[in-house]
Protein backbone atom coordinates (compact mmCIF):
# COMPACT_ATOMS: atom_id res chain seq x y z
CA UNK A 1 0.00 0.00 0.00
CA UNK A 2 2.74 2.38 0.94
CA UNK A 3 4.77 1.82 -2.69
CA UNK A 4 1.79 2.46 -4.55
CA UNK A 5 1.02 5.69 -2.86
CA UNK A 6 4.21 6.44 -2.70
CA UNK A 7 4.85 6.00 -6.61
CA UNK A 8 1.61 7.40 -7.88
CA UNK A 9 1.72 10.84 -5.36
CA UNK A 10 5.12 11.32 -6.82
CA UNK A 11 3.98 10.45 -10.41
CA UNK A 12 1.01 12.91 -10.14
CA UNK A 13 3.26 15.60 -9.11
CA UNK A 14 5.94 14.73 -12.16
CA UNK A 15 3.23 14.66 -14.74
CA UNK A 16 0.87 17.64 -13.67
CA UNK A 17 4.25 19.82 -13.26
CA UNK A 18 5.12 18.78 -16.81
CA UNK A 19 2.07 19.11 -18.58
CA UNK A 20 1.64 22.71 -17.14
CA UNK A 21 5.03 23.76 -18.66
CA UNK A 22 4.23 21.93 -22.00
CA UNK A 23 0.99 23.58 -22.40
CA UNK A 24 2.34 26.99 -21.89
CA UNK A 25 5.20 26.45 -24.51
CA UNK A 26 2.88 25.09 -26.62
CA UNK A 27 0.62 28.16 -26.29
CA UNK A 28 2.89 30.81 -27.23
CA UNK A 29 3.80 28.95 -30.16
CA UNK A 30 0.22 28.59 -31.16
CA UNK A 31 -0.73 31.70 -30.98
CA UNK A 32 1.90 32.96 -32.74
CA UNK A 33 1.11 30.86 -35.41
CA UNK A 34 -2.61 31.47 -35.52
CA UNK A 35 -2.11 35.62 -35.29
CA UNK A 36 0.31 34.50 -38.70
CA UNK A 37 -2.41 33.52 -40.13
CA UNK A 38 -4.92 35.94 -39.46
CA UNK A 39 -2.94 38.44 -40.61
CA UNK A 40 -2.99 35.95 -43.83
CA UNK A 41 -6.75 36.38 -43.68
CA UNK A 42 -6.90 32.76 -43.34
CA UNK A 43 -10.12 33.02 -41.16
CA UNK A 44 -11.98 36.33 -39.07
CA UNK A 45 -9.88 38.03 -36.47
CA UNK A 46 -12.93 38.13 -34.05
CA UNK A 47 -12.18 34.18 -33.92
CA UNK A 48 -8.95 34.04 -32.19
CA UNK A 49 -9.81 32.68 -29.27
CA UNK A 50 -12.05 29.43 -30.89
CA UNK A 51 -9.54 28.59 -33.36
CA UNK A 52 -6.15 28.84 -30.50
CA UNK A 53 -8.95 26.41 -28.03
CA UNK A 54 -9.68 24.15 -31.05
CA UNK A 55 -6.27 23.83 -32.42
CA UNK A 56 -4.93 23.44 -28.55
CA UNK A 57 -7.63 20.15 -28.15
CA UNK A 58 -5.80 19.06 -31.47
CA UNK A 59 -2.46 18.74 -29.47
CA UNK A 60 -3.58 18.11 -26.14
CA UNK A 61 -3.46 14.12 -26.92
CA UNK A 62 0.12 14.09 -28.06
CA UNK A 63 0.99 17.11 -25.09
CA UNK A 64 -0.71 14.43 -21.94
CA UNK A 65 1.76 11.43 -23.83
CA UNK A 66 4.82 13.60 -23.54
CA UNK A 67 4.14 14.38 -20.34
CA UNK A 68 3.62 11.20 -18.87
CA UNK A 69 6.40 9.90 -20.51
CA UNK A 70 8.96 12.61 -18.85
CA UNK A 71 7.07 11.91 -15.37
CA UNK A 72 7.59 8.09 -16.00
CA UNK A 73 11.33 8.79 -17.08
CA UNK A 74 12.55 11.33 -14.14
CA UNK A 75 10.60 9.68 -11.16
CA UNK A 76 11.80 5.97 -12.00
CA UNK A 77 15.41 7.64 -12.54
CA UNK A 78 15.32 9.87 -9.32
CA UNK A 79 14.63 6.51 -7.60
CA UNK A 80 17.52 5.17 -8.42
CA UNK A 81 19.71 8.14 -8.46
CA UNK A 82 18.78 8.33 -4.61
CA UNK A 83 19.38 4.60 -4.17
CA UNK A 84 15.30 4.22 -3.12
CA UNK A 85 15.14 1.62 -6.05
CA UNK A 86 17.33 -0.67 -3.78
CA UNK A 87 15.11 -0.49 -1.19
CA UNK A 88 12.29 -1.34 -2.67
CA UNK A 89 13.88 -4.36 -4.24
CA UNK A 90 15.70 -5.51 -0.90
CA UNK A 91 11.98 -5.41 0.16
CA UNK A 92 10.75 -7.41 -2.63
CA UNK A 93 9.55 -5.25 -5.51
CA UNK A 94 11.03 -6.23 -8.98
CA UNK A 95 10.92 -4.23 -12.43
CA UNK A 96 7.56 -5.90 -12.81
CA UNK A 97 5.73 -4.76 -9.69
CA UNK A 98 6.12 -1.26 -10.97
CA UNK A 99 3.89 -1.55 -13.51
CA UNK A 100 0.75 -1.93 -11.47
CA UNK A 101 1.17 1.84 -9.98
CA UNK A 102 2.06 3.29 -13.57
CA UNK A 103 -0.61 2.38 -14.72
CA UNK A 104 -2.99 2.92 -11.84
CA UNK A 105 -1.52 6.22 -12.10
CA UNK A 106 -1.73 6.52 -15.83
CA UNK A 107 -4.90 5.53 -17.00
CA UNK A 108 -6.78 8.80 -16.50
CA UNK A 109 -4.23 10.53 -18.83
CA UNK A 110 -4.65 6.67 -20.93
CA UNK A 111 -8.61 7.82 -20.88
CA UNK A 112 -8.12 12.05 -21.55
CA UNK A 113 -6.14 11.04 -24.44
CA UNK A 114 -8.79 8.90 -26.09
CA UNK A 115 -11.11 11.03 -25.37
CA UNK A 116 -9.54 13.96 -26.89
CA UNK A 117 -8.08 11.28 -29.81
CA UNK A 118 -11.21 9.64 -30.78
CA UNK A 119 -13.98 12.57 -30.01
CA UNK A 120 -12.62 16.05 -28.85
CA UNK A 121 -9.84 16.35 -31.84
CA UNK A 122 -12.33 15.28 -34.41
CA UNK A 123 -14.65 18.21 -33.23
CA UNK A 124 -12.57 20.59 -33.07
CA UNK A 125 -10.93 20.07 -36.13
CA UNK A 126 -14.08 20.06 -37.65
CA UNK A 127 -15.17 23.48 -36.15
CA UNK A 128 -11.98 25.00 -37.10
CA UNK A 129 -13.30 24.40 -40.97
CA UNK A 130 -16.49 25.52 -40.52
CA UNK A 131 -15.23 28.63 -39.04
CA UNK A 132 -12.81 28.92 -41.94
CA UNK A 133 -15.55 28.12 -44.84
CA UNK A 134 -17.85 31.10 -43.18
CA UNK A 135 -14.98 33.87 -43.40
CA UNK A 136 -14.42 32.39 -47.02
CA UNK A 137 -18.20 32.84 -47.79
CA UNK A 138 -18.17 36.58 -46.37
CA UNK A 139 -17.22 39.30 -48.44
CA UNK A 140 -14.37 41.05 -49.15
CA UNK A 141 -15.49 44.02 -48.01
CA UNK A 142 -16.98 42.47 -44.71
CA UNK A 143 -13.17 40.86 -43.61
CA UNK A 144 -11.55 44.36 -43.90
CA UNK A 145 -11.87 46.10 -40.99
CA UNK A 146 -12.44 50.00 -41.00
CA UNK A 147 -8.58 51.60 -41.14
CA UNK A 148 -6.89 48.82 -42.39
CA UNK A 149 -5.71 47.66 -45.81
CA UNK A 150 -6.43 44.36 -46.47
CA UNK A 151 -5.29 42.42 -49.15
CA UNK A 152 -8.32 39.97 -51.29
CA UNK A 153 -7.97 36.49 -51.09
CA UNK A 154 -6.36 36.22 -54.40
CA UNK A 155 -3.52 39.11 -53.96
CA UNK A 156 -5.06 40.99 -56.83
CA UNK A 157 -6.69 43.61 -54.52
CA UNK A 158 -5.85 45.76 -51.67
CA UNK A 159 -9.19 47.11 -49.64
CA UNK A 160 -9.17 49.85 -47.34
CA UNK A 161 -12.64 51.49 -45.69
CA UNK A 162 -13.20 53.89 -43.39
CA UNK A 163 -16.71 52.14 -41.99
CA UNK A 164 -19.11 49.70 -42.55
CA UNK A 165 -22.76 50.20 -42.32
CA UNK A 166 -25.61 47.81 -43.36
CA UNK A 167 -24.93 44.92 -40.90
CA UNK A 168 -21.02 44.71 -42.74
CA UNK A 169 -22.09 43.92 -46.27
CA UNK A 170 -21.83 47.64 -47.34
CA UNK A 171 -18.71 49.74 -46.60
CA UNK A 172 -18.28 53.71 -47.09
CA UNK A 173 -15.60 55.55 -48.40
CA UNK A 174 -13.99 52.91 -49.95
CA UNK A 175 -10.53 52.67 -51.38
CA UNK A 176 -9.63 49.94 -53.74
CA UNK A 177 -6.24 49.11 -55.62
CA UNK A 178 -6.56 46.84 -58.61
CA UNK A 179 -3.16 45.44 -60.64
CA UNK A 180 -4.05 42.83 -63.32
CA UNK A 181 -2.55 42.20 -66.84
CA UNK A 182 -0.29 45.16 -66.78
CA UNK A 183 -3.17 47.45 -65.99
CA UNK A 184 -3.29 49.40 -62.03
CA UNK A 185 -6.17 51.09 -61.38
CA UNK A 186 -7.09 53.26 -58.12
CA UNK A 187 -10.38 53.41 -57.55
CA UNK A 188 -12.08 55.83 -54.34
CA UNK A 189 -15.99 55.53 -53.73
CA UNK A 190 -18.37 56.72 -51.36
CA UNK A 191 -19.93 53.11 -50.48
CA UNK A 192 -19.00 49.82 -51.81
CA UNK A 193 -21.35 46.44 -51.62
CA UNK A 194 -20.81 42.98 -53.01
CA UNK A 195 -23.31 41.50 -55.13
CA UNK A 196 -23.58 38.10 -56.52
CA UNK A 197 -24.76 36.89 -60.27
CA UNK A 198 -24.61 33.92 -61.83
CA UNK A 199 -21.63 32.71 -59.99
CA UNK A 200 -19.71 35.69 -59.95
CA UNK A 201 -19.22 38.01 -57.38
CA UNK A 202 -19.36 41.99 -58.44
CA UNK A 203 -18.39 45.01 -56.25
CA UNK A 204 -21.21 47.92 -57.10
CA UNK A 205 -19.44 51.48 -56.07
CA UNK A 206 -21.49 54.63 -55.78
CA UNK A 207 -20.17 58.13 -56.17
CA UNK A 208 -16.42 57.63 -57.14
CA UNK A 209 -13.56 58.04 -59.51
CA UNK A 210 -11.26 55.76 -61.28
CA UNK A 211 -7.86 56.11 -62.08
CA UNK A 212 -6.59 53.80 -64.31
CA UNK A 213 -2.20 53.35 -65.21
CA UNK A 214 -0.86 51.27 -67.90
CA UNK A 215 2.46 49.38 -66.16
CA UNK A 216 4.06 49.75 -69.56
CA UNK A 217 3.48 53.26 -70.91
CA UNK A 218 2.64 54.89 -67.65
CA UNK A 219 -0.69 56.31 -69.77
CA UNK A 220 -3.10 57.47 -67.16
CA UNK A 221 -6.78 57.49 -67.08
CA UNK A 222 -9.44 59.50 -65.08
CA UNK A 223 -12.83 58.78 -64.72
CA UNK A 224 -15.97 59.90 -62.75
CA UNK A 225 -18.88 57.42 -61.97
CA UNK A 226 -21.88 57.63 -60.04
CA UNK A 227 -22.57 53.87 -59.84
CA UNK A 228 -19.91 51.17 -61.12
CA UNK A 229 -20.08 47.75 -61.30
CA UNK A 230 -16.52 45.39 -61.19
CA UNK A 231 -16.23 41.65 -61.20
CA UNK A 232 -14.14 40.69 -58.36
CA UNK A 233 -13.90 36.38 -58.81
CA UNK A 234 -16.20 33.91 -58.29
CA UNK A 235 -18.28 33.54 -55.74
CA UNK A 236 -17.16 30.76 -53.33
CA UNK A 237 -18.78 27.27 -53.42
CA UNK A 238 -17.55 25.61 -49.96
CA UNK A 239 -20.62 23.13 -50.22
CA UNK A 240 -18.68 21.51 -52.70
CA UNK A 241 -15.26 21.00 -50.09
CA UNK A 242 -14.74 17.50 -49.15
CA UNK A 243 -14.28 17.35 -45.34
CA UNK A 244 -11.12 16.13 -44.53
CA UNK A 245 -10.55 13.08 -42.72
CA UNK A 246 -9.29 14.29 -39.52
CA UNK A 247 -12.56 15.94 -39.19
CA UNK A 248 -14.54 13.20 -39.62
CA UNK A 249 -15.77 11.17 -36.73
CA UNK A 250 -14.56 7.83 -35.72
CA UNK A 251 -17.55 5.58 -36.33
CA UNK A 252 -17.74 7.36 -40.10
CA UNK A 253 -13.68 6.78 -40.70
CA UNK A 254 -14.80 2.88 -39.56
CA UNK A 255 -17.73 3.25 -42.30
CA UNK A 256 -15.48 4.35 -45.26
CA UNK A 257 -13.27 1.88 -46.65
CA UNK A 258 -10.58 4.40 -48.33
CA UNK A 259 -6.79 4.50 -47.56
CA UNK A 260 -7.23 7.73 -46.26
CA UNK A 261 -9.87 7.03 -43.53
CA UNK A 262 -8.16 3.59 -42.85
CA UNK A 263 -4.42 6.32 -42.40
CA UNK A 264 -6.39 8.33 -39.54
CA UNK A 265 -7.37 5.43 -37.80
CA UNK A 266 -4.06 4.47 -37.95
CA UNK A 267 -2.86 7.56 -36.28
CA UNK A 268 -5.78 7.98 -33.72
CA UNK A 269 -5.77 4.36 -32.32
CA UNK A 270 -1.71 4.20 -32.65
CA UNK A 271 -1.58 7.57 -30.31
CA UNK A 272 -3.72 5.82 -27.93
CA UNK A 273 -1.07 2.48 -28.08
CA UNK A 274 1.64 4.96 -28.07
CA UNK A 275 0.36 6.49 -24.85
CA UNK A 276 0.34 3.21 -22.85
CA UNK A 277 3.67 2.00 -24.37
CA UNK A 278 5.21 5.60 -23.26
CA UNK A 279 4.76 3.94 -19.66
CA UNK A 280 6.48 0.45 -20.19
CA UNK A 281 9.14 2.40 -22.51
CA UNK A 282 9.65 4.65 -19.40
CA UNK A 283 9.68 1.84 -16.97
CA UNK A 284 12.07 0.25 -19.05
CA UNK A 285 14.55 2.66 -19.88
CA UNK A 286 14.84 4.49 -16.44
CA UNK A 287 17.77 3.33 -15.07
CA UNK A 288 20.66 5.24 -12.93
CA UNK A 289 23.41 4.50 -10.46
CA UNK A 290 23.82 6.65 -7.57
CA UNK A 291 27.87 6.19 -8.23
CA UNK A 292 27.82 7.76 -11.26
CA UNK A 293 26.23 10.55 -11.95
CA UNK A 294 24.89 10.53 -15.80
CA UNK A 295 22.11 11.40 -17.26
CA UNK A 296 22.28 9.25 -20.08
CA UNK A 297 19.14 7.14 -19.53
CA UNK A 298 17.14 10.68 -20.43
CA UNK A 299 18.73 11.22 -23.81
CA UNK A 300 17.89 7.85 -25.12
CA UNK A 301 14.50 8.00 -23.42
CA UNK A 302 14.01 11.33 -25.48
CA UNK A 303 15.54 9.76 -28.32
CA UNK A 304 13.16 6.29 -28.32
CA UNK A 305 10.02 9.16 -28.25
CA UNK A 306 10.87 11.45 -31.22
CA UNK A 307 11.81 8.16 -33.09
CA UNK A 308 8.83 6.37 -31.87
CA UNK A 309 6.23 9.26 -32.92
CA UNK A 310 8.25 9.92 -36.09
CA UNK A 311 7.46 5.89 -36.59
CA UNK A 312 3.79 6.57 -35.74
CA UNK A 313 3.63 9.46 -38.98
CA UNK A 314 5.41 7.72 -41.08
CA UNK A 315 2.78 4.58 -40.21
CA UNK A 316 0.02 6.79 -41.29
CA UNK A 317 1.89 7.66 -44.27
CA UNK A 318 2.59 4.55 -45.93
CA UNK A 319 -1.14 3.19 -45.67
CA UNK A 320 -2.38 6.71 -46.78
CA UNK A 321 0.09 5.33 -49.79
CA UNK A 322 -1.01 1.64 -49.40
CA UNK A 323 2.51 0.37 -48.99
CA UNK A 324 0.87 -0.59 -45.26
CA UNK A 325 -2.33 -2.18 -43.80
CA UNK A 326 -3.33 -0.29 -41.04
CA UNK A 327 -4.54 -3.12 -39.11
CA UNK A 328 -0.93 -5.00 -39.28
CA UNK A 329 0.62 -1.85 -39.28
CA UNK A 330 -0.87 -1.10 -35.84
CA UNK A 331 0.30 -4.41 -34.40
CA UNK A 332 3.89 -4.13 -36.30
CA UNK A 333 5.10 -0.71 -34.99
CA UNK A 334 3.52 -0.04 -31.58
CA UNK A 335 2.73 -3.89 -30.60
CA UNK A 336 6.58 -4.47 -31.28
CA UNK A 337 7.29 -1.34 -28.97
CA UNK A 338 4.84 -2.71 -26.46
CA UNK A 339 7.21 -6.47 -26.38
CA UNK A 340 10.05 -5.01 -26.77
CA UNK A 341 9.75 -2.74 -23.29
CA UNK A 342 8.49 -5.88 -21.50
CA UNK A 343 11.53 -7.57 -22.91
CA UNK A 344 14.10 -5.17 -21.33
CA UNK A 345 12.34 -5.25 -18.21
CA UNK A 346 12.33 -8.60 -18.15
CA UNK A 347 16.19 -8.16 -18.56
CA UNK A 348 16.59 -5.70 -15.89
CA UNK A 349 14.56 -7.42 -13.68
CA UNK A 350 16.59 -10.11 -14.49
CA UNK A 351 19.77 -8.28 -13.57
CA UNK A 352 19.06 -7.56 -10.44
CA UNK A 353 17.44 -10.70 -9.30
CA UNK A 354 20.94 -12.58 -7.66
CA UNK A 355 21.83 -9.57 -5.85
CA UNK A 356 18.23 -9.01 -4.65
CA UNK A 357 17.99 -12.41 -3.32
CA UNK A 358 21.00 -11.83 -1.36
CA UNK A 359 20.06 -8.60 0.08
CA UNK A 360 16.70 -10.12 0.97
CA UNK A 361 18.31 -13.12 2.71
CA UNK A 362 20.90 -10.39 4.45
CA UNK A 363 17.53 -8.69 5.42
CA UNK A 364 16.32 -11.27 7.09
CA UNK A 365 19.56 -12.16 9.06
CA UNK A 366 19.31 -8.71 10.53
CA UNK A 367 16.12 -8.43 11.66
CA UNK A 368 16.47 -11.86 13.73
CA UNK A 369 19.73 -11.04 14.86
CA UNK A 370 18.13 -7.76 16.22
CA UNK A 371 15.43 -9.42 17.74
Known amino acids: MLFDSSVRRELWRSFIGTLVVLL ?7 LIRILSQATRGAFAPADLSLVLSYTLIGQLPIMVALALFVAVVTVLSRLWRDSEMVVWQVSGASQFTFIKPLLKMAWPAIALVALCTLVARPWAQNQTEV ?4 YEQRSDMARVAPGQF ?4 DGKRVFFIDSHSDGQQTARNVFMVMTDKGQESVVTAREGLLQQDQGLRYLVLAQGERTQTDLTT ?11 RIAVGEAPNVALKVPEPRSMSTLTLLAIPTRQAQAELTWRLGL ?3 TFNMVLAGLSLAAGNARRNSSWNLVYALLVFVVYFNLLSLSQAWVSQGKLPWIPGLLLIHGGLTVGALLMIWWRNGAVLPGRHVSRRALVVTRAEGV
Not at 150 to 153: D, G, L, P, R, V
Not at 218 to 228: C, Q, R, Y
Open 272 to 274: IWA
Open 24 to 30: TVVLTML
Open 150 to 153: QTSA
Open 131 to 134: LKQR
Open 218 to 228: GEKTLSHFATA
